[in-house]
């Protein structure tokens, strides 16, 4: 191949993929970053969805289920549920995102745990929030409330929620999980060094997001600025 074609066909391609890759470099520095600027909270309207949102019935997992006499409760990615005359019913007065947990305590008393925080219902009355997080796993305990919150860890809470210590012993399962690591696979090596993971570690893959978000921005920019400016040249009366 001639090196004027090998140069047109660079530029060419260069050009065609300038938005894809700019689009691509500003989403990743959004996604490294979505805590920090609030993206899961900000609501758009479902036309900006595109193609992503389509007619097909969405996929809901349900992550936990729990009876108190005759009605059950349904955590789910969805949300948390109710099923009424044998069709869930979404339960008022709390958050609509994902819920993981839900369990029920001998006297009735409901705790949800989710995206949202920890939230409780006592018999027939509303639900209150009991803490602020994002809750991975409850259960209860003749001594208490066990809920694992990210972040934090393992916690144990024996008032009902008013107040939080480390949960006794939990802690140790970390060291028997260091003890018997799990292998490491080829496509493990793969994602580590596809998502940073591999350099900074979990807790500063953003670093490595950054630096190819703000690699691919900037190509982009100086590449369409340099070509506009080629472009300018050209029409220029010699």
């Known amino acids: 191949m001639a090196m004027g074609s090998a140069r ?3 530029k060419w391609v260069s050009i065609a993929l300038l938005i894809p890759m700019f689009i691509i470099g500003a989403t990743a520095i959004f996604i490294a970053h979505d805590k920090s600027l609030g993206t899961q909270d900000l609501k758009l309207a479902p036309a900006m969805a595109g193609n992503a949102m389509n007619m097909k019935m969405p996929e809901v997992i349900v992550r936990d ?3 108190v006499g005759d009605a059950t409760f349904i955590a789910s990615q969805a949300g948390l549920f109710r099923m009424v005359g044998g069709f869930p019913v979404r339960e008022p007065g709390i958050p609509k995102g994902e819920f993981r947990s839900v369990k029920a305590d001998a006297a ?3 705790y949800a745990a989710g995206k949202y925080g920890l939230w409780q219902r006592a018999g027939s009355g509303a639900w209150t929030q009991l ?3 994002d809750f991975h796993g409850l259960g209860l305990m003749p001594n208490g409330i ?3 919150l990210k972040d934090q860890g393992t916690l144990l809470s024996s008032d009902g929620g008013k107040s939080w210590i480390e949960a006794p012993g939990f802690a140790k399962l970390g060291v028997l999980a ?3 690591p799990e292998a490491y696979t080829l496509q493990k090596l793969v994602m580590d060094l596809h998502t940073g ?3 900074f570690g979990k807790s500063a893959e953003w670093i490595w ?3 190819l978000g703000a690699t691919l921005l900037m190509l982009c920019l100086t590449g369409g600025w340099m070509w506009w400016r080629s472009q300018k040249q050209k029409a220029q009366p010699v």
């Open 209 to 211: 997001i950054d630096i």
């Open 8 to 10: 047109g066909w660079h």
């Open 131 to 133: 803490r602020e997080g």
């Open 146 to 148: 066990v809920a694992y």
């Open 178 to 180: 260091a003890r018997e």
């Open 65 to 67: 289920v729990a009876t």
């Open 197 to 199: 993971k591999f350099f």
């Open 108 to 110: 009735g008393t409901l």
